[in-house]
């Protein structure tokens, strides 16, 4: 998974004292994605159908992509864990 921008690594840390471990940047768009999905739609179908059609969105791990069947996805990233830390 792409490794989310230094400054919101940064804010997630100084607000939660914590390291950004992966996996987290991804989880925060998609839930930010579906929020704007779901944003002013009366219906699960109507949502659903807005997430399918939201082509790209530009999030903390860099640019998203949304298919016509839903999956999201976005350019890979190779990271080194040593010592349990990402360097």
């Known amino acids: 998974a792409?490794?989310?921008n230094a400054e919101w690594s940064k804010r997630l840390k100084a607000a939660y004292g914590r390291e950004v471990t992966p996996g987290v940047g991804h989880a925060y768009d998609t839930v930010t994605m579906l929020s704007r999905a779901f944003?002013?739609?009366t219906t699960r179908a109507a949502a659903i159908e807005r997430f399918r059609h939201m082509g790209t969105h530009d999030g903390v791990v860099g640019s998203l992509q949304v298919g016509s069947n839903g999956v999201i996805s976005s350019k890979p990233s190779i990271r080194v864990i040593r010592n349990g830390k990402v360097e």
């Open 39 to 41: 944003h002013g739609e």
């Open 2 to 4: 792409a490794a989310p």
